[in-house]
Nanobody, 117 residues
Framework: QVQLVESGGGLVQAGGSLRLSCAAS????????MGWYRQAPGKQRELVATITTSGVTNYADSVKGRFAISRDNGKNTVYLQMNSLKFDDTAVYYC??????WGPGYWGQGTQVTVSV
């Protein structure tokens, strides 16, 4: 089992920044993909960014150039730096740890990000 705890969400004005953190504990030795997803009201959960244990990153087109995903292997933590936030970035952000090809993996409880105009 893997436990994920997100933090760092909040209310920010458009154009501002936030940094999300996801701390993992438990059996994470086999995990090789870590990522952030988000779900806005009335919409499906969507990919924001992922990073592999080798450092390869992938971003949704809507956040490229504004968001940056990173990891600290020593702290078993993944970060999402969000800059130039827009109203449309408002959502609950979820952390995900998984083994590539082995199903949906593990999810955190989510952290709310609200961007005001």
């Amino acid at each position: 089992q893997v436990q994920l705890v997100e933090s760092g969400g909040g209310l920010v004005q458009a154009g501002g920044s936030l940094r999300l953190s996801c701390a993992a504990s438990g059996s994470i030795s086999s995990i090789n993909v870590m990522g952030w997803y988000r779900q806005a009201p009335g919409k499906q959960r969507e990919l924001v960014a992922t990073i592999t244990t080798s450092g390869v990153t992938n971003y949704a087109d809507s956040v490229k150039g504004r968001f940056a995903i990173s990891r600290d292997n020593g702290k078993n933590t993944v970060y999402l730096q969000m800059n130039s936030l827009k109203f449309d970035d408002t959502a609950v952000y979820y952390c995900n740890f998984r083994v590539l090809g082995w199903g949906p993996g593990y999810w955190g409880q989510g952290t709310q990000v609200t961007v005001s105009v």
